[in-house]
């Protein structure tokens, strides 16, 4: 009897934790997918603002109101009707898994939210980058002072995700990117693109 109880145990706990394994990857899938309001959030900003948006194929949407252990950058094809989605870090002083916190100011090594436009692409310490051009006074407007810039990271990739038990490594304040997708988004995004960081507040 006491066999038979051991292996009932073990196959009600079995099918436990199958159970929350399909429930945690459900809810993985789930924030995976794209942010449909943040995205007409950008469209009727790119609407409002079409003269000053030169590449206008592709729209880009940070969606910091997830974890970052998804893929919270969307990058749209306009043209195509198609989204790439990449991982993407926040800022180390902006929050742990979600970024919740966010400035303008310089040093503050927060992310900063709002509408960007893509600027010039460059060769720095992090390697090929993109600099990014705050559009809204006194909410993202120090972006270039602060090197508010796309850039690659080893830190950004899911075997940093696992490393750090569940949490995507953190930058000093820019987006940035995995190094197998830098070139992929800089070249989407080049040439005075639309970037919308979108948050909770």
Known sequence: MRGVTIIRTGIVLGGFL???????????????????????LALDFLKKKRSLIKNKQYIAVVDYTKPSFVRRLCVYDTENNTVTKHLVSHAKRSGHIYATDFSNEISSEKSSKGFFLTGAVYQGKHGRSLRLKGLEKGINDNALVRGIVIHG???????????????????????AVSMKSVDEVIDKLKGGSLVYVHTEK
Request: with cysteine; aromatic share 8%.
């Open 18 to 40: 199958l159970a929350l394994l399909l429930v945690s990857l459900g809810t993985i899938l789930f924030l995976d997918r794209p942010n449909e309001e943040a995205y007409r």
């Open 153 to 175: 990271a080893d830190y950004v990739s899911w075997e940093s995700i696992l490393a750090n038990r569940g949490r995507l490594g953190s930058s000093l304040g820019c987006p």
